[in-house]
T-cell receptor, first 110, second 114 residues
Framework: GQQVMQIPQYQHVQEGEDFTTYCNSSTTLSNIQWYKQRPGGHPVFLIQLVKSGEVKKQKRLTFQFGEAKKNSSLHITATQTTDVGTYFCAGGGSQGNLIFGKGTKLSVKP | SAVISQKPSRDICQRGTSLTIQCQVDSQVTMMFWYRQQPGQSLTLIATANQGSEATYESGFVIDKFPISRPNLTFSTLTVSNMSPEDSSIYLC????WGEGTIYFGEGSWLTVV
């Protein structure tokens, strides 16, 4: 079945450093969505990418969707303590559902 | 965007009992899903809730254990039956909106089985 691999599993950074998490799918995705989950919270939608090669920015966050629509990345510039949480990518499945990666847990040291 | 309300938000349940989780969306949505998230883990899809018909279950999940209803476009329930400690988890309702097909999540129901 479809699988979405996400790396790294954990990332510890100093405040102000950059952070990137990567997702790879075994199959071509119809779209990819990114979520952030704070400790004790639920996944909160960040963004959806649909087009091949698409790049979207939200302030310090940059999201990319690969040309083959099999990979994606989230890059955070100059991390802040408010960026702490687990970032999940989720690929659009053939049944309209989402297939989640295992997530990257980001910790930021002030 | 869709706002999704779940209840209960948290419960402690006795082994062998069943609990029904309710999910209400504030607007009509195309699809509704139920996910499980075990502590420190990613989200696993349990089933797709189909309006007026039986849910579509993923591998490893069965209707007898996780009966699901979706009587209309904005409401669904998930029952966790005959609970054991292994069922201790967060259960998340999600819905896909009509526009760009974004999937939103409720705040989750945190179940602890003792």
């Amino acid at each position: 079945g479809q699988q979405v691999m996400q790396i790294p599993q954990y990332q510890h950074v100093q405040e102000g450093e950059d952070f990137t998490t990567y997702c790879n799918s075994s199959t071509t995705l119809s779209n990819i969505q990114w979520y952030k989950q704070r400790p004790g919270g639920h996944p909160v939608f960040l963004i959806q990418l649909v087009k091949s090669g698409e790049v979207k920015k939200q302030k310090r966050l940059t999201f990319q969707f690969g040309e083959a629509k099999k990979n994606s990345s989230l890059h955070i510039t100059a991390t802040q303590t408010t960026d702490v949480g687990t970032y999940f990518c989720a690929g659009g499945g053939s049944q309209g559902n989402l297939i989640f990666g295992k997530g990257t847990k980001l910790s930021v040291k002030p | 965007s869709a706002v999704i309300s779940q209840k209960p938000s948290r419960d402690i349940c006795q082994r062998g009992t069943s609990l029904t989780i309710q999910c209400q969306v504030d607007s009509q949505v195309t699809m509704m899903f139920w996910y499980r998230q075990q502590p420190g883990q990613s989200l696993t899809l349990i089933a797709t809730a189909n309006q007026g018909s039986e849910a579509t279950y993923e591998s490893g999940f069965v209707i007898d254990k996780f009966p699901i209803s979706r009587p209309n476009l904005t409401f669904s329930t998930l029952t966790v039956s005959n609970m054991s400690p292994e069922d201790s988890s967060i259960y998340l309702c999600s819905a896909r909106d009509w526009g760009e097909g974004t999937i939103y999540f409720g705040e989750g129901s945190w179940l602890t089985v003792v």
